[in-house]
T-cell receptor, first 111, second 111 residues
Framework: GQQVMQIPQYQHVQEGEDFTTYCNSS?????IQWYKQRPGGHPVFLIQ?????EVKKQKRLTFQFGEAKKNSSLHITATQTTDVGTYFC???????????FGQGTTLQVKP | NAGVTQTPKFQVLKTGQSMTLQCAQD?????MSWYRQDPGMGLRLIHY???????DQGEVPNGYNVSRSTTEDFPLRLLSAAPSQTSVYFC??????????FGQGTRLTVV
């Protein structure tokens, strides 16, 4: 079945350092979504990528979708303490429509 | 709009008891799903539905039942609770191929 792998599982950075999390799917995806979950909260949608090779930016966050539509990345420039949380990628199957999440990357930022 | 309403927020069950986690959305979304979240495991899909009267299994369906008699409601039933079902459960809804909206979560402990 469809699997979505995400690395690393944890990342500790000093405030101001950059951060990247990577996502790989075992199957081609119709789209990929990214979510952020603050400690004790629920996942909140950040962005959706649909096109092969697509790059989108939200302030200090840059999202990429691979050419083969099987991998994606989230890069945060100059992290801040407000970036703390767990970042999930989620792949939507074009066949079934189900949304499969990666294991998530938990980001800790030291001030 | 209330979005996705999930109840209860906390529940303690004894092994062998049954219960139903409620989920309701008022956004007329076709797609609804249940996930469980365990440390280091990310969000794992239990069951999902692409419309009223249609349900299908996700990654970890054993021990859980669902039904979708209306567009708005998607309850999750634990048939005979086991300690391995101790987890945080999230309900989510979306229009097809768009962002998912999550409920606040149910923290379930089975003793």
């Amino acid at each position: 079945g469809q699997q979505v792998m995400q690395i690393p599982q944890y990342q500790h950075v000093q405030e101001g350092e950059d951060f990247t999390t990577y996502c790989n799917s075992s199957t081609t995806l119709s789209n990929i979504q990214w979510y952020k979950q603050r400690p004790g909260g629920h996942p909140v949608f950040l962005i959706q990528l649909v096109k092969s090779g697509e790059v989108k930016k939200q302030k200090r966050l840059t999202f990429q979708f691979g050419e083969a539509k099987k991998n994606s990345s989230l890069h945060i420039t100059a992290t801040q303490t407000t970036d703390v949380g767990t970042y999930f990628c989620a792949g939507r199957s074009s066949n079934t429509g189900k949304l499969i999440f990666g294991q998530g990357t938990t980001l800790q930022v030291k001030p | 709009n209330a979005g996705v309403t999930q109840t209860p927020k906390f529940q303690v069950l004894k092994t062998g008891q049954s219960m139903t986690l409620q989920c309701a959305q008022d956004m007329n979304h076709e797609y609804m799903s249940w996930y469980r979240q365990d440390p280091g495991m990310g969000l794992r899909l239990i069951h999902y539905s692409v419309g009223a009267g249609i349900t299908d299994q996700g990654e970890v369906p054993n021990g859980y039942n669902v039904s979708r008699s209306t567009t708005e409601d998607f309850p999750l039933r634990l048939l005979s609770a086991a300690p391995s079902q101790t987890s945080v459960y999230f309900c989510a809804s979306s229009a097809m191929n768009t962002e998912a909206f999550f409920g606040q979560g149910t923290r379930l402990t089975v003793v």
